[in-house]
């Protein structure tokens, strides 16, 4: 694989940091994702996102009907090692899910305690797009007045999302990535405002 996992992953980290301290920015990471040349039944940017955030020190969960191959793939680059959604620190859940499975997978993973609210799970989603767009008005910390944004992904995933973030600090942050690697952070402390209703 061509991606330098020195350099190359620092700059993602540098990309992604900001993209999480300013919820509703989408940052393009091309450049680095265009340096894995693997087939692993995902998106090539969440291998940069699973080689980024993995080690040995932390677990993962594949949700994908490609669960076997991709997970041997993220294991192999990162020798963390799999396990259940309800106790894996990352979640990855790819875009041949089921309609509703981010739904699901939300109401599963673990969301830390008021003790340790950072043993929590970071989710990441492959979404058919993310984009600037109007669907989506999201404030908190991190945002001036509101950021707007499209995110295609179907379910009930927000109201699960707003269920499990309604006990600060407790609760999971969510990373979405599309085909053409683009990249959109929702922090547990981002607002979500779906036409017109608060999520």
């Given at each position: ?9 620092q700059r993602a980290y540098r ?97 830390g305690s008021l003790i340790d ?83």
């Amino acid at each position: 694989m061509k991606l330098d996992f020195i350099h190359d992953i620092q700059r993602a980290y540098r990309k992604v940091v900001d993209s999480m301290s300013r919820p509703g920015l989408i940052t393009n990471l091309k450049d680095e994702a265009a340096k894995v040349d693997l087939e692993a039944g995902c998106f090539p940017l969440t291998l940069v996102l699973a080689a980024m955030l993995l080690d040995t020190e932390v677990t993962f969960k594949v949700v994908s009907e490609k669960e076997e191959e991709t997970t041997r793939w993220i294991n192999q680059l990162t020798y963390a090692k799999a396990d259940a959604a309800e106790r894996a620190d990352f979640v990855f859940v790819l875009y041949d899910k089921a309609e509703d499975e981010l739904g699901q997978i939300l109401q599963r993973v673990k969301t830390g305690s008021l003790i340790d609210p950072h043993d929590s799970a970071t989710i990441i989603v492959e979404a058919d797009a993310v984009t600037d767009g109007c669907d989506f008005k999201l404030t908190g910390p991190g945002i001036e007045e509101a950021n707007y944004v499209n995110v295609s992904v179907n379910g009930n995933w927000m109201e699960v999302r707003q269920q499990q973030n309604a006990e600060f600090p407790m609760g999971v942050d969510l990373i979405f990535v599309d085909k053409n690697h683009n990249l959109l952070c929702l922090p547990r402390t981002t607002q979500i405002l779906s036409e017109g209703r608060k999520l």
